[in-house]
């Protein structure tokens, strides 16, 4: 019994580092010079985790994140993910991820999932 209730508490210790330990996909790789996925671990665009479902500009208020980033109004649901990810200028002018684009159909499909389960 003591043994079993050790486990259980270890998988739960466990449980939020699995959350965000699932597999990035390739079109990840362009994403990661400048975003983390850990909580809170800003480089030079703010972390993923948490990203889903928020308003642009608002997961994490201590990155200076851009003016028309914040005046954008979007909310981060698969569309509008979508969307920012394959034209950061054209769908946000003036925001400041340098970014061309995700291009490949499938690989933006990959990274909205992805980015989607990172959580907080
Ligand atoms: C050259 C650096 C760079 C690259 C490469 C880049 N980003 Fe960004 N990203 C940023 C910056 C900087 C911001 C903040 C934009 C602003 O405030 O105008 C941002 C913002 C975002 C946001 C909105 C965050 C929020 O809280 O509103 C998402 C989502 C995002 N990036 C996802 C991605 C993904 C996925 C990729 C890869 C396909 C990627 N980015 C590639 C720098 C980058």
Redesign the pocket.
Known sequence: MKKMLGLAVAALLLAPVAANAQEAPK??N??K???KVEAGKHG???S?AG?FG???????PE????D???ASGLT?DEAN?SK??AD?KGT?P??????AG?KNPDDLKA?VAY?KGLKK
Request: glycine share 10%.
């Open positions: 079109g990840f362009a994403c010079a400048c975003h030079v665009g703010p993923l990203v928020t308003k642009a500009g608002t997961n994490y990155f200076k994140y851009s028309a980033h914040k981060w993910l920012y990810l950061p946000i003036g925001n400041k991820m340098v970014f995700i990274v980015v």
